[in-house]
C-alpha cells in the first residue's frame, strides 16, 4: 500500500523568506506521479506542481520547486520569496501511473503561516 | 485549464432530509470522477470513485446506501446524502481527471453541509 508522510504539522515564516515543506512517501512502484496542493482558507483545492517519476529534473513553477529524491523517496516543496498569499494548507499527494481507477493518496497537510 | 464546477457551495438543512450535491466538469470529459469528505483541519479523505456507466466503487467504511453516487455522463456525477443526520454534516469536495494518463485531478469549490 502507498502512504504520503507529511511531518510538519504547521510552519510560520517571515515574508520574502524561503520555506521548505518535507514530504516522504513509500511505494513498491516504479512509475508514478507526485502533487503538491495548497487548501488556502476558502477551502479551494489548486494544484501548485506536479512530478513524473520518471523525470529526473525536479519541477519549477515560478517561486515554487521541489526537490525530488527518488530513491529516498522523498518529495518537498520550496517556496521561494514567500507571499501573505502562500499562507495555507498544503498536500503533498502521490497518484500511481495510467490506471483507470487511480487514486490520489493525501499526506495530512502541513498548514504554513506567512507572517507580515 | 480544467474547471470542475461544484453545486452547490452552502447547504443547511433539517436532520432527515435529503441532499444532492453536484459535480460537473466543464471543459473536458471525465470518465472517473471522485468524491472526499474533508474533516476541520484534517486531509481529503477518499469516499469513493465514480465511473462513467457503472457503479462506483466505495472506499472501505463508507455506507453505499447513505452516500448515492450516480455518474450518468461524462461531464456530471453526483452524490446524494440520503436522509442526513448532523454527523454527516461535513465539507465534500469532488475531483475529476482528464482521461490522459498521469493527469491530476481537477477539484471543485467544494460544499458544506450542515445538518441541524
Known amino acids: 500500500a502507498q502512504t504520503v508522510t507529511q511531518s510538519q504539522p504547521e510552519m510560520s515564516v517571515q515574508e520574502a523568506e524561503t520555506v521548505t515543506l518535507s514530504c516522504t512517501y513509500d511505494t513498491s512502484e516504479n512509475n508514478y506521479y507526485l502533487f503538491w496542493y495548497k487548501q488556502p482558507p476558502s477551502r479551494q483545492m489548486i494544484l501548485v506542481i506536479r512530478?513524473?517519476?520518471?523525470?529526473?529534473q525536479n519541477a519549477t513553477e515560478n517561486r515554487f520547486s521541489v526537490n525530488f529524491q527518488k530513491a529516498a523517496k522523498s518529495f518537498s516543496l520550496k517556496i521561494s520569496d514567500s507571499q501573505l498569499g502562500d499562507t495555507a494548507m498544503y498536500f503533498c499527494a502521490f497518484m500511481i501511473w495510467l490506471n483507470r481507477d487511480d487514486k490520489i493518496i493525501f499526506g495530512k497537510g502541513t498548514r504554513l503561516h506567512i507572517l507580515p | 485549464g480544467a474547471v470542475v464546477s461544484q453545486h452547490p457551495s452552502r447547504v443547511i438543512c433539517k436532520s432527515g432530509t435529503s441532499v444532492k450535491i453536484e459535480c460537473r466538469s466543464l471543459?473536458?470529459?471525465?470518465?472517473?470522477m471522485f468524491w472526499y469528505r474533508q474533516f476541520p483541519k484534517q486531509s481529503l479523505m477518499l469516499m469513493a470513485t465514480s465511473n462513467e456507466g457503472s457503479k462506483a466503487t466505495y472506499e472501505q467504511g463508507v455506507e453505499k446506501d447513505k452516500f448515492l453516487i450516480n455518474h450518468a455522463s461524462l461531464t456530471l456525477s453526483t452524490l446524494t446524502v440520503t436522509s442526513a443526520h448532523p454527523e454527516d454534516s461535513s465539507f465534500y469536495i469532488c475531483?475529476?481527471?482528464?482521461?490522459?494518463?498521469?493527469?491530476?485531478?481537477?477539484f471543485g469549490d467544494g460544499t458544506r453541509l450542515s445538518i441541524l
Open positions: 475531483s475529476a481527471r482528464e482521461p490522459a494518463g498521469g493527469q491530476p485531478q481537477h
Open positions: 471543459d473536458f470529459q471525465a470518465t472517473t
Open positions: 512530478q513524473e517519476a520518471y523525470k529526473q
